[in-house]
Nanobody
């Protein structure tokens, strides 16, 4: 499975961005998907996750109410809509997946198998 994240860029505080993650392969629809982020000099942190159906989601407290994770299995694509962005949201954002046939959600990086290359989001104050 290969993942390609895109949609990052420079935005002012309070603005919005939508990240996309396109997956290759036939297993996307039977996978749990997550978004993580890593700021310079910091560890990779969990952002959001969605189950295979797109129904169940879970968010980090720091983004709850501002970010929305979704997926379109017909397009092998997942999204992270980011609103009300803050300077502390500045980071490289990574999408990741793991095979899953149930609705379990995962917030730890070690639970995921495949990772994309990341897309940089910079929020200016």
């Amino acid at each position: 499975v290969q993942l390609q994240a895109s949609g990052g860029g420079l935005v002012q505080a309070g603005g919005s961005l939508r990240l996309s993650c396109v997956a290759s392969g036939r297993t996307f629809s039977s996978s749990t998907l997550g978004w993580f982020r890593q700021a310079p000099g910091k560890e990779r942190d969990f952002v959001a996750t969605v189950d295979w159906s797109g129904v169940s989601t879970y968010y980090a407290d720091s983004v709850k109410g501002r970010f929305t994770i979704s997926r379109d299995n017909a397009k092998n694509t997942a999204y992270l809509q980011m609103n009300s962005l803050k300077p502390e949201d500045t980071a490289v954002y990574y999408c990741t997946t793991r095979p899953s046939s149930d609705s379990d959600l995962y917030s730890r990086a070690r639970n995921y198998y495949y990772w994309g290359q990341g897309t940089l989001v910079t929020v200016s104050s």
